[in-house]
């Protein structure tokens, strides 16, 4: 079974906070993902790495940094967190298949983040 | 126009029932589409695939694809209340395949 794992299920976090989420997977993705949840706004990409050090903006990546040194391993940075950014944060992987045809998408447990 | 669009609901269907879930794109080019099921509370788990036209049956699950009216469903037969989530469907766009665009979910209530 794929396995992907987020280190820290619930936090709490003070405004201005830098704050790190840390995300493992053991099937030897290339590509990995981060994604926030949201009631009403459903899932929205923040970054998507494609290979250990290369990574690519989603669709809402301000506010938000990642790192990725390893292949299993892709870590959201929050460098100052705002009471905006609480939320549900999912990280998540997947095979690089090509061009056409799609991957499927494996997600882990999620993080709730609360800033206050 | 978002990219993927569904009802949000709630759908509620009595339990033994057919369950029909729809979904609409826009990017025409898209290729791959993909069903999940999310519980409250928890991930997305992934509940089937659907590439061609047509339907792909998989036990009580089916997923129906029209391309040309870019529409995908997932009708549920025999409805259960463990089957009562949030399902969401998803699609890889023609740029950026390695990634999916997710719909807003539907949330389905099966009711004893």
């Known amino acids: 079974d794929v396995k992907v794992t987020q280190s820290s299920r619930y936090l709490v976090k003070r405004t201005g906070e830098k704050v790190f989420l840390e995300c493992v997977q053991d099937?030897?993705?290339?590509?990995m993902f981060w994604y926030r949840q949201d009631p009403g706004l459903g899932l929205r990409l923040i970054y998507f790495?494609?290979?250990?050090?290369?990574?690519e903006k989603g669709d809402i990546p301000e506010g938000y940094s990642v790192s990725r040194e390893k292949k299993e391993r892709f870590s959201l940075i929050l460098e100052s967190a705002s009471t905006n950014q609480t939320s549900m944060y999912l990280c998540?992987?997947?095979?690089?298949?090509?061009?056409?045809?799609?991957?499927?998408?494996?997600f882990g447990e999620g993080s709730w983040l609360t800033v206050v | 126009q978002k990219e993927v669009e569904q009802n949000s609901g709630p759908l509620s269907v009595p339990e033994g029932a057919i369950a029909s879930l729809n979904c609409t794109y826009s990017?025409?080019?898209?290729?791959?589409f993909f069903w999940y099921r999310q519980y409250s509370g928890k991930s997305p788990e992934l509940i089937m695939f659907?590439?061609?036209?047509g339907d792909k049956e998989d036990g009580r699950f089916t997923a129906q694809l029209n391309k040309a009216s870019q529409y995908v469903s997932l009708l549920i037969r025999d409805s259960q209340p463990s089957d009562s989530a949030t399902y969401l469907c998803?699609?890889?766009?023609?740029?950026?395949?390695?990634?999916?665009?997710f719909g807003q979910g539907t949330r389905l209530t099966i009711n004893p």
């Open positions: 099937m030897d993705h290339e590509n």
């Open positions: 659907i590439y061609s036209n």
């Open positions: 790495s494609y290979d250990v050090k290369m990574k």
């Open positions: 998540a992987s997947s095979f690089n298949q090509g061009a056409l045809i799609g991957n499927t998408i494996y």
């Open positions: 990017d025409r080019g898209s290729q791959s």
């Open positions: 998803a699609v890889t766009p023609i740029q950026g395949a390695q990634k999916l665009v």
